[in-house]
């Protein structure tokens, strides 16, 4: 396990996204405090449709363990633990089959915000992309936030599948992967690419405090 000690290079990264997630953590439960006190002075008023969104997780964390692992991502999981937000954490380099289970995307869907951490290979392992196609998919119908990491890549080059997002592609192409979904595929990460998020080689350069505020703006 990891600890955030001052001097350690991923404190720069985890910080503003533990301040976020605590920022909307808080939000949430000031909501739900809300809805409590007009129910009990409204007792006879019907209950909304429950919508595929509980309160698992605060946080579902999606990422390729091969590009992330042993830094960030273990750095990110134990601030937020230690910040006591629920977070769950896949682990794609394990799985077998073809499709995501059940329970997986069960624990999208009762995640209060998804995270998917998009770096040079996280095209190229389909449970990854069928994790975002999910995530987006949330995102769509349920309104969950979905805030994404660009680690040591740019936006601009997973929309435009620059490198090795084009040819994590092609490969499927070469497979003869389903062109259908290879192309929930595309689209996901398109949409993902054009929203706004967190870019790691822009923490170190001065972006936190403006990147910080935007993220909070998008969250009222």
């Known amino acids: 396990m990891h ?3 001052p001097g350690n290079p991923f404190v720069a ?20 405090t809300a809805q409590r006190n007009k129910k009990d002075l409204h007792p006879g008023t019907p209950s909304p449709p429950i919508q595929p969104s509980g309160n698992d997780f605060d946080v579902f964390l999606s990422f390729r363990g091969v590009d992330t692992r042993n830094g960030f991502v273990d750095h ?17 380099e394990l799985r ?4 995501l289970s059940e329970e997986l995307r069960q624990a999208i869907s009762n995640s209060n915000i ?29 309104g969950h936030k979905v805030f994404p990491i660009f680690y040591k890549v740019e936006p601009a080059g997973a929309r435009s599948e620059m490198g090795r997002f084009r040819e994590a592609f092609r490969n499927y192409k070469r497979r003869c992967f389903d062109p259908e979904v ?23 350069n001065g972006y936190l405090h403006s990147l910080t505020n935007t993220l909070f703006t998008l969250m009222i």
């Open 13 to 32: 990264l985890v910080a503003p996204i533990l301040l976020v997630v605590l920022a909307h953590k808080l939000r949430s439960k000031r909501r739900a």
């Open 182 to 204: 290879v192309a929930k595929w595309k689209e996901a990460l398109a949409e993902v690419s054009s929203l706004s998020g967190w870019e790691s080689e822009k923490f170190a």
């Open 76 to 92: 990110l999981y134990c601030g937020l633990v230690g910040a006591r937000i629920r977070v769950f954490m896949d682990d794609n």
């Open 96 to 99: 077998l089959g073809e499709g």
């Open 3 to 5: 600890r955030l000690v």
């Open 114 to 142: 998804l995270i998917p951490i998009i770096s040079e290979n996280y095209a190229s392992n389909k449970w990854c992309l069928q994790e975002l196609v999910c995530m987006m998919e949330c995102r769509k119908q349920w």
